[in-house]
Structure formats: structure tokens, C-alpha cells
């Protein structure tokens, strides 16, 4: 293995390791916790290390959203894979959604409810970005009536899931009655 391949490869776990450890820290003590001098001090690497890799938090902040993305893209594919139906299909991504923002919190903040620089509605969005979007498209698709454009109506759907979740997380919506407000998005959204 040559001296180059051996850096990279390097480079690239400790990139991980910046990644990783924030996320932990974000996860058990938020966002406002993870700090460039708590992760050096965590992964046992100097500052200038992690600014070596990253400019600063949010750039931290935005790569740990970038894996979100590949994570939520993971889940949203088998859960539209295990179901058959075009209703089916929706609703079980609905509930992988909100579940996703629920189990996991401060990743989902990271990726949907923190600014990152990260150019999500545009031309050029990293590729775990488009999966994540992709997985929604592909079950909004089929319900898009005739000369509907699918991708404004998925951002519609995308947004009423992100409101839902939001407004549940943070106990404005009760808990007890969000089965039946992701039923009454996917009805209205398969009528027809």
C-alpha cells in the first residue's frame, strides 16, 4: 500500500471519528455542547487537527448531516420495500420518517432544523441527500394526478412530515394523535 493510499485512508477515519464524536456529544447533551475544544479533547486530537478536516462546527454539523441522510435514506428504502401498494408505500414512509425524527433527535436537528450549509433544493446536493429525497419521491410519485409535477409535490409532502414531526418533538402536537394525523396526510394524499 503506498504512503499516499495510507494517508488518505487515515484522513478519512479520523474524519469519521469527527463525525462520530460529535454526534455523540450532540446526542447526549445537544448541539450548543459540541465544541471544537470538547471533540479534540474527545477523540484525542488537537484543534488544528479537526480544522484540518473542518472549518469549524457547522461544517461538522453539516457532514454529520450528510450521514443522516444516507441513514434516513436506508430506512426509508426498506420500509417502502416491505410493503406493497401504492397507499401502503406512503404510509410506511410517513411512519419512518416521523419515527426517524423521533428516535433520533439531535441527528435529525442536524440534518432539517440547524442551519448547514448544505444545498438541499438545488442542482448540486450531495448524493446521501438525493437518495434520502429520492426515497421520498418514489412513493409520492405514483400518487401525482396528471400533469402534476412529482417533486413540488413531494417537497409538500416532505414539508408536512417535517412539520408533524417538529411540532410533535416539541409537544405542541399531542403524541397520542399522531397515527391519525399521518393517516389524514396520506388519505389526503391518495385520493383520487
Known amino acids: 500500500m503506498s504512503i499516499q493510499r495510507r494517508r488518505e485512508r487515515e484522513r478519512a477515519e479520523r474524519e469519521r ?3 462520530t464524536a460529535a454526534l455523540k456529544l450532540a446526542e447526549a ?4 455542547a459540541v ?3 470538547r471533540l479534540a479533547a474527545g477523540i ?3 484543534q488544528p ?4 478536516h473542518f472549518r469549524g462546527k457547522d461544517a461538522i454539523m453539516a457532514a454529520v448531516a450528510v450521514r443522516g441522510c444516507a441513514d434516513l435514506a436506508v430506512e426509508l428504502r426498506a420500509a417502502r420495500s416491505a410493503v406493497r401498494g401504492v397507499r401502503e408505500s406512503l404510509a410506511a414512509v410517513a411512519e419512518t420518517y416521523t419515527s426517524f425524527a423521533r428516535r433520533r433527535a439531535a441527528l435529525y436537528d442536524a440534518m432539517f432544523t440547524h442551519l448547514v450549509d448544505l444545498p438541499f433544493a438545488t442542482d448540486g446536493p450531495p448524493a446521501p441527500l438525493r437518495e434520502a429525497f429520492g426515497e421520498l419521491l ?5 400518487v401525482a394526478a396528471g400533469g402534476e409535477e412529482p417533486v413540488p409535490l413531494t417537497e409538500t409532502f416532505w414539508a408536512a412530515l417535517h412539520g408533524l414531526a417538529t411540532l410533535t418533538r416539541s409537544g405542541r402536537l ?4 399522531h397515527d391519525r394525523r399521518l393517516g389524514l396526510l396520506i388519505d389526503h394524499f391518495t385520493r383520487g
Open 29 to 32: 447533551e445537544g448541539w450548543d
Open 49 to 52: 487537527v479537526l480544522y484540518s
Open 35 to 37: 465544541t471544537t475544544r
Open 44 to 46: 484525542e486530537y488537537s
Open 174 to 177: 399531542p403524541e397520542e394523535a
Open 17 to 19: 471519528l469527527i463525525v
Open 138 to 142: 418514489g412513493v409520492v410519485e405514483p
